[in-house]
């Protein structure tokens, strides 16, 4: 068995029934949908092209969102069908950033994840899903793709179909006959505030909760009707309409509005982790060049046990069921980089917790100094430091559905920045002041040449990458990006580091610490504002 769809636009009438009938068989609450049709007006009078598109849950061969999921909710039935255990859920978000498709949503009610689950519990007593149900038009084709005599497999045979975003390689299971390219590619017009016929845009800004926003009607207008022209509607460019490449306005009548999984919490945590890895990494490498200092790593390691405990707590905040957080150890699905974080910063927070306590008892003397175990602790610390700086980079490339964060680079440059953290730490005071603060420069210096290099000079590998990277650096977060990052991160840091002293250290660690939360704040949210559906 291997379910999937067929969606015939010659035959949809964008009557909206297998919306409505998929939020009654499954109660889908307002302001979320599993499946929705989309609506674009394309063209210019007389000769205009009116496309609806039912648009859901792809199925796909090789899903990416059960690859993230990190307790296994998500996940791909023996029939193919892709389902979800609303049970095993903990709301992190991280299948939303998987799908390329916009199929994925936070119920706001249970707060777990949700979407089409090709009615499965129909399906498992040989009823059809709801929307081939109530399709007025037939147009909604569900069946066994791997049965030769199958309605399913008679109609792909007999049509050219196509689906959406192939180059994905998710090997999507919802076909369309007569798919319209201004429909099926959600970058072909431009969203704007009133776009939309029927319906207002709510955009989701930075700091916003992240919970879904209702549709709110718009009025009708009084007086005279603008032209799409002069509404600023008119999004033009060498688009496919009915086979003749021309310049066409291209208007979306109706669609779903997403949420924007992730917000501050993610690149806070990001600062927070790499000053306590960066920390770490480095007092365990000076345990085996003889710079170590008892009394540096009190206090050094304080700092690094704090953020490690903020880290957590961000980490807990963002998740919309916190409550089953130990999830993750309990029931792990291993192949998700969110499964393995959780088991890297515990690591992290037992060996060098232990290591912080027992070199803390020696400086007081309550015991003797333990430098026997020492080299046990640092080499144990060097790992799992680096793993605890650079895991989220495997994490955002695991996030199939943005293309930017997939760039190659991301591990080295955060790195660096542990670097960075680490050694502006140690800089503060400790007999190896002068050696972290030529360390703090040069990881800074190295981590300014990397940011620059990779964010303006390396092409981007996809249109919505560099959509995402044009927002990053010259859109709506170029504030974030050059003030932040690169102004006061690393520009600003770098010259009070070169000042020296424990205040100027102190300062240009608290300049890039502040300076790179506005870098990492541009580079999650930039490619979450890019439209997937």
């Known amino acids: 068995m291997n379910y999937g769809f ?3 636009n010659n035959g949809c009438i964008g009557c909206h029934a297998c919306s409505t009938a998929c939020k009654s068989e499954h109660q889908v609450p307002l302001g979320v949908a599993r499946t929705w049709v989309k609506y674009v007006e394309s063209g210019k009078y007389p000769d205009t092209r009116r496309s609806f598109q039912v648009t859901r849950c792809n199925h796909c061969t090789n899903p990416p969102c059960a690859r993230i999921c990190p307790t296994g909710a998500m996940h791909q039935r023996a029939d193919g069908i892709v389902d979800f255990d609303s049970d095993a859920c903990i709301g992190c978000k991280a299948c939303m950033q998987a799908c390329p498709y916009d199929a994925i949503y936070i119920d706001p009610e249970t707060h777990t994840a949700a979407k089409c689950n090709y009615c499965a519990h129909r399906v498992e007593v040989g009823v059809e899903p ?4 109530v399709c007025p038009e037939h147009a909604i084709i569900a069946g066994d793709l791997d049965d030769p005599e199958s309605e399913i497999s008679h109609v792909i045979a007999k049509h050219n179909v196509t689906v959406r975003k192939p180059e994905q390689g998710t090997a999507p299971k919802v076909f369309y006959i007569e798919g319209s390219d201004v429909a099926m590619h959600p970058t072909a017009t431009e969203r704007a505030p009133d776009s939309f016929m029927w319906a207002d845009v709510i955009e989701l800004h930075p700091g916003e909760a992240p919970h879904p926003k209702l549709h709110v009607p718009a009025p009708m207008p009084s007086g005279p009707v603008r032209t799409p022209q002069e509404q600023g509607l008119n999004a033009t460019g060498p688009i496919n309409v009915g086979g003749n490449m021309a310049a066409h306005m291209v208007q979306v009548g109706y669609n779903m509005q997403h949420q924007i999984p992730w917000h501050w919490p993610i690149p806070a945590y990001i600062v927070t982790k790499h000053i306590a890895g960066g920390s770490f990494l480095l007092m365990a490498v000076q345990v085996f060049t003889g710079a170590f200092s008892a009394g540096q790593m009190v ?3 304080l700092l690094g046990i704090v953020m490690t405990l903020v880290t957590l707590a961000l980490l807990l905040y963002d998740l919309d069921r916190p409550d089953r957080f130990f999830y993750l150890l309990i029931r792990p699905q291993w192949r998700s980089w969110v499964a ?3 088991w890297i910063l515990s690591g992290f927070s037992f060996v060098t917790g232990f290591w912080w306590a ?4 020696g400086w007081l003397g309550l015991i003797d100094e333990p430098t026997g175990l020492r080299p046990v602790f640092a080499a144990l610390s060097i790992p799992f430091s680096v793993m605890a700086a650079i895991y989220t980079a495997f994490l955002f490339a695991q996030a199939e559905g943005r293309d930017m964060w997939q760039a190659t680079h991301v591990p080295f440059q955060m790195s660096v920045h542990a670097l960075v953290f680490g050694a502006g730490t140690l800089a503060i005071a400790g007999p190896t002041t002068d050696t972290m603060r030529l360390v703090f420069l040069g990881a800074l210096a190295a981590s300014l040449v990397l940011t620059l290099f990779a964010d303006l000079g390396i092409p ?3 249109e919505l990458a560099r959509r995402a990277a044009r927002d990053m650096t010259r859109g709506r977060y170029a504030r974030e990006y050059w003030l932040g990052g690169i102004g006061l ?11 020296g002293g ?3 250290a102190l300062l240009a660690l608290v300049a890039a610490g502040v300076g790179l939360f506005g870098y990492n704040l541009a580079f999650v949210m930039a490619p979450q504002d890019q439209p997937n559906s």
């Not at 709801?130 to 149900?133: I, L, S, W």
């Open 6 to 8: 067929v969606i015939d």
């Open 130 to 133: 709801a929307c081939v149900v």
């Open 299 to 301: 206090w050094a390691g």
């Open 340 to 342: 393995r974080a959780a």
């Open 358 to 361: 027992f070199e803390t008892a």
């Open 460 to 462: 981007q590998s996809s």
């Open 489 to 499: 991160g690393h520009g600003v840091a770098l010259l009070l580091g070169w000042l």
């Open 502 to 504: 424990p205040v100027g």
